[in-house]
């Protein structure tokens, strides 16, 4: 699956090592949406620069059929900011296919712990009581 993905700027322009930071994040998020129509999956990157501060900020927005998940994170880097923002969208998407395959429903019901059987274990010589 190829993930539509669209790049917003504000206050910074995008250099080589930053694209090819982000398409190896793209590419890792393709893998965990690979069930998804690819058609109806988009992912929006937006980078700013604070004007008067040296902070970044990483949004990332992934609009699904079911729902629309969005990570925002904020460093002194747009590299680090970035990865920090993949890895919260990943943790959504994680909890997303959790929710659609119903595994909350899986879980077995509590097994009960019973005290241990007392055994009468035979000894040579001991008389049964």
Known sequence: MTLRWSLVTKGLRPHGQLKQKLQQKVRKL?????????DAVHLQVNLEKHPRKPVFE???????????????????????AFDQATKALLREIAVLKSA???????????????PPARLAVATPGAEPA
């Open 30 to 38: 393709e893998k965990h949406l690979a069930h998804f129509p690819p």
């Open 58 to 80: 990483a949004g990332l927005t992934l609009r699904l059929p079911s729902n629309m998940l969005r990570a925002e994170k904020t460093g002194a880097d747009p590299i680090p």
């Open 100 to 114: 659609l395959r119903h595994e909350s429903d899986w879980k077995r019901p509590v097994r009960q712990d019973f």
